[in-house]
């Protein structure tokens, strides 16, 4: 009990302390460049105030992004996130997921292909994995250099005699240094780093895609390599099993 109490509060001070820093600072931007178009809004040419207004507008989207993280990561703590796996073909639920990040990717002339199988159809709970497709594909854009190409791939893996399918987001992007690799799924250890076109973000994404993939009783990892683009793949059990969401 007294363990489990010590990881709770380190939890909740690892919580605390993304919403102190990480909300914080954006917030910070967004109100400076606000500030500065409202007092000197008469004094600049239209170029200067729509590159003003593009920094407020990326400020203010990834904020949410941050918000809505932090929301679902709080609720997976609690609980309150109902698990409800049904038989859903991965192909359809990952390319109406892929779609909405479609503007994402063309603003950097970035290509999305989905060759995931389209005969797959696995037990998910389709707003975890849509949520899991989401970040995975958000980071990928993030790092990927404009003109580049992102692709999902499927792929079938025998362990200790399951068969699982195993999901991959492939970027050709910068890469990640194999020092912050080990960071990147836990929570409050990873450093913020910003993206091709600066996107900032703190990982928190990558945190809840790993909550969410072991609640299906599956693995989430990644190889990278810098200048050569990252994969990020993880595995869903292709088979009906009773699984313990609270592990």
Not at 122 to 143: H, P, Q, T
Request: with cysteine; hydrophobic share 35%.
């Amino acid at each position: 009990s007294e363990a489990k109490l010590r990881e709770s509060n380190k939890t909740k001070d690892k919580f605390f302390s993304i919403i102190a820093h990480d909300l914080k600072n954006p917030f910070n931007s967004i109100l400076g460049f606000s500030e500065l178009l409202n007092k000197n809004f008469d004094k600049y040419d239209i170029d200067k105030q729509k590159k003003f207004l593009k920094y407020i507008n990326i400020g203010m989207k990834n904020t949410y992004k941050l918000l809505e993280n932090l929301l679902l990561w709080s609720r997976s703590q609690k609980g309150d996130i109902s698990f409800d796996p049904k038989k859903t073909n991965l192909h359809s639920l990952s390319h109406i997921t892929s779609d909405l990040l479609k503007q994402l990717a063309d603003n950097k002339s970035i290509i999305l292909v989905n060759n995931i199988d389209d005969n797959i159809n696995v037990e998910v709970d389709e707003n975890m994995f849509s949520i899991i497709i989401r970040n995975l594909l958000s980071n990928a854009i993030k790092f990927t250099e404009k003109g580049g190409e992102i692709t999902l791939t499927s792929d079938l893996l025998i362990v200790e005699k399951q068969e699982f399918v195993k999901i991959s987001i492939i970027d050709n992007g910068v890469g990640i240094p194999k020092e912050n690799q080990s960071k990147l799924f836990e929570l409050g250890n990873n450093s913020s780093t910003t993206g091709t076109e600066q996107e900032t973000g703190t990982g928190l994404g990558l945190v809840l895609c790993k909550e969410f993939v072991e609640k299906h009783g599956g693995k989430i990892w990644l190889e990278s390599e810098v200048g050569k683009g990252s994969t990020f793949s993880f595995t869903i059990p292709n088979k009906q099993q009773t699984i313990n969401i609270n592990n």
